[in-house]
């Protein structure tokens, strides 16, 4: 890592660390941090997915796979979803060889807020000898947590939803079940401001 690499870093980290950032700060923190990550670290593949949107390769797709091939046999991949404890302690594994003080449990809690908002309405490509099928990515909130979920046919071509990674919902009052999560239909974006966290609908449709 160049000096300027490591400035890059240390200052887009002390602004998340302000406690007044945008999902945008932290779209930026995982594309600089994912080449420090190893290949089976969650801040490579989420750096990864942002970076690129659209992908037809990495975990996320061959767990989608792995859905599908469920789907069919009955049996259900058992390590997703991902939760905000995931998220910190593969964070804290890229921060710690960079000799960067680690996350607490709050922030990376809010990272992985961050991360499920900027995948949402990515698309995952997946190939097999019938068709090509594309998942597309969604949020959705529940009473305790934040999820994204993803959205595919299943083999009789009805669609169906599964979760991808969850964060804890600390910040959305007023909903009461927390899954089946109420889906957001229109995009959202996450921030803080003065230490206050939220996630927020926009006037687009997802």
């Known amino acids: ?6 400035l890059l870093i240390e200052r887009i980290y002390s602004t998340i660390l302000s406690s007044s950032y945008t999902e945008r700060d932290i779209l930026s923190f995982l594309i ?16 990864d997915f942002v970076a690129h949107r659209e992908k037809d390769r990495g975990w996320l797709q061959h767990y989608v796979h792995e859905v599908k091939m469920g789907l069919e046999s009955g049996e259900l991949p058992q390590k ?13 594994q890229v921060l710690r060889s960079l000799n960067i003080p680690d996350a607490d449990e709050e922030l990376a809690n809010q990272v992985t807020i961050c991360i499920i908002s900027l995948l949402q309405s ?3 490509k997946i190939e097999d000898e019938k068709a090509l ?3 597309k990515l969604h949020v959705g909130v529940g009473r305790d947590k934040i999820w994204l979920i993803g959205e595919a046919p299943n083999p009789r071509g009805d669609l ?9 919902n600390r910040y959305l009052q ?8 109420l889906r957001m239909d229109q995009l959202v974006e996450a921030f803080s401001v003065n230490g206050k966290f939220t996630l927020e609908p926009r006037t687009q449709p997802a």
């Open 122 to 124: 990515v698309q995952i």
């Open 1 to 6: 890592m160049d000096a300027k690499e490591r």
């Open 174 to 181: 007023g909903i009461d079940y927390d899954y089946p999560p």
């Open 80 to 92: 997703i979803p991902l939760s905000n404890r995931n998220v910190q302690e593969d964070l804290n």
């Open 160 to 168: 169906f939803l599964f979760p991808v990674v969850f964060g804890q």
């Open 32 to 47: 600089v941090l994912r080449n420090h990550a190893e290949k089976d670290n969650v801040i490579r593949e989420f750096g």
């Open 133 to 135: 099928i594309l998942l």
